[in-house]
């Protein structure tokens, strides 16, 4: 089968590649198709993330292990496209260069089958210019808990009253 899938930079400008590609594909396979359909040079470390349909992040799918004790971290050259991106999770988060930190969104369009004549992977479509520089992250949680100010002036309370 022939995945097509739109690869989305998280930025507020629309910026995004609609790639075709074998559901077979290595996801190291993967991971080269996009980083050159948006001009990279592909030597960057990078990973996937697997994510449910609010886009949060679950496990990782990484290039290489950087672990020191050889962990159980999921290989990009050992995982398949068709192994973690399907009809029922059709989503992944693709970061690319750690340093820079450039997020797209990855997302299944729908499956066809192979046309004779094409070889895959192919761009079918490219919309807007990569910036020279990553958008700027905003890496802030929504708070857990909605803490009530029960004191709005701590001038009041003596430290050495309630020390316990």
């Given at each position: 089968m022939i995945y097509k899938i739109r690869i989305i930079l998280d930025a507020k400008e629309d910026i995004f590649r609609d790639l075709e590609i074998e559901a077979s594909t290595s996801m190291e396979e993967f991971h080269n198709a996009i980083a050159q359909s948006f001009g990279f040079l592909g030597n960057?470390?990078?990973?996937?993330?697997?994510?449910?349909?609010?886009?949060?992040?679950d496990e990782e799918i990484a290039l290489f292990d950087m672990s020191d004790n050889g962990s159980d971290v999921k290989l990009m050259n050992e995982t398949f496209l068709e192994d973690v991106m399907t009809e029922d999770s059709p989503k992944l988060i693709y970061v690319y260069d750690f340093l820079s930190m450039w997020t797209f969104f990855v997302e299944l369009a729908d499956t066809v089958e192979p046309e004779s004549g094409i070889s895959y992977p192919n761009v079918l479509f490219?919309?807007?210019e990569l910036p020279e520089t990553p958008p700027e992250k905003n890496f802030e949680s929504k708070p857990a808990h909605d803490f009530d100010d029960?004191?709005?002036?701590?001038?009041?309370?003596?430290?050495?009253?309630?020390?316990n």
């Open positions: 960057e470390m990078a990973s996937f993330y697997t994510c449910d349909e609010e886009w949060i992040q490219s919309f807007g029960t004191y709005d002036n701590y001038d009041d309370l003596d430290f050495d009253e309630n020390w």
